[in-house]
């Protein structure tokens, strides 16, 4: 009777280690395979960071020149510079609205399927959601303010010159330069694409260093490096 009971806990066990090892072994496979995910969705935004590092630095390069312009411009408004018709239009022909419109798709597939926030690496998600959730969205605010300051904008009574038209006024053109309401509109835009600039100088500095912390990941994790 001993034996009988004995061995028929010996199967029991064998049979309850076996399942337990089964579901061990399949937990293991599931998790791993997660993952690989996002291991791969990271890689994916490891790409879209580099693009958008590209586009920003492109951004910031236009704005900067455009800021140099209206320097130069507000110079010659306040007579510290000669004013000369045919340069006053160069300038501001070349002022116009340059905001940044990041891709987002690898982020966006990685929060819809559930991948991302299941990621361990807590301090790595947080830099990333702090890029798409925070700084993208405050950027493409702030581009809508300046898109909008510069549409007309300032610049509208000057189309004629810019666009080499024949029937010229330079008597009006210049009177519509040194005119209040150009000042007023003139500083405005100029005003918001100063803020507007140093909004994209943080959006680029929180870009490179949500790549070199995936850079450092990737590495660790993956063959990727």
């Known amino acids: 009777m001993k034996n009988i009971l004995a061995r028929g806990g010996i199967e029991f066990l064998a049979v ?3 399942i337990a090892l089964s579901l061990w072994v399949d937990d293991y496979r599931q998790s791993k395979e997660l993952n690989n995910r996002i ?3 990271y890689e994916n935004i490891y790409s879209e ?3 958008n590092i590209e586009i920003i630095e492109d951004v910031i390069r236009k704005n900067n020149e455009m800021i140099n312009a209206e320097k130069k411009i507000l110079l010659i408004l306040n007579q510290k510079l000669s004013y000369m018709q045919d340069e006053v239009i160069d300038l501001l022909g070349g002022i116009y609205s340059v905001t940044f419109f990041g891709e987002t798709s690898a982020h966006r597939t990685s929060v819809a399927s559930g991948r991302f926030n299941s990621s361990m690496n807590d301090t790595l998600t947080k830099e990333i959601s ?5 700084y993208f969205v405050r950027l493409t605010n702030n581009g809508t303010w300046l898109d909008n300051s510069t549409t007309p ?14 029937d010229i006024d330079s008597i009006a053109i210049k009177k519509e330069f040194f005119s209040e309401d150009f000042r007023d509109s003139f500083l405005y835009c100029s005003f918001v694409r ?7 100088e943080q959006t680029r500095d929180q870009l490179y260093k949500v790549k070199s912390n995936l850079e450092n990941y ?3 994790n993956n063959s990727y490096f």
């Not at 702090?130 to 925070?134: F, G, I, S, W």
């Not at 904008?153 to 024949?166: K, W």
Request: hydrophobic share 40%; no cysteine; glycine share 8%.
């Open 194 to 200: 100063g803020i507007y600039l140093k909004r994209v």
């Open 16 to 18: 309850f280690l076996g």
């Open 218 to 220: 990737l590495s660790v």
């Open 39 to 41: 291991i791969d969705d």
């Open 153 to 166: 904008g300032p610049t509208l009574p000057f189309y004629d010159a810019i666009y080499h038209q024949s």
């Open 130 to 134: 702090k890029l798409y959730e925070h």
């Open 49 to 51: 960071v580099k693009a």
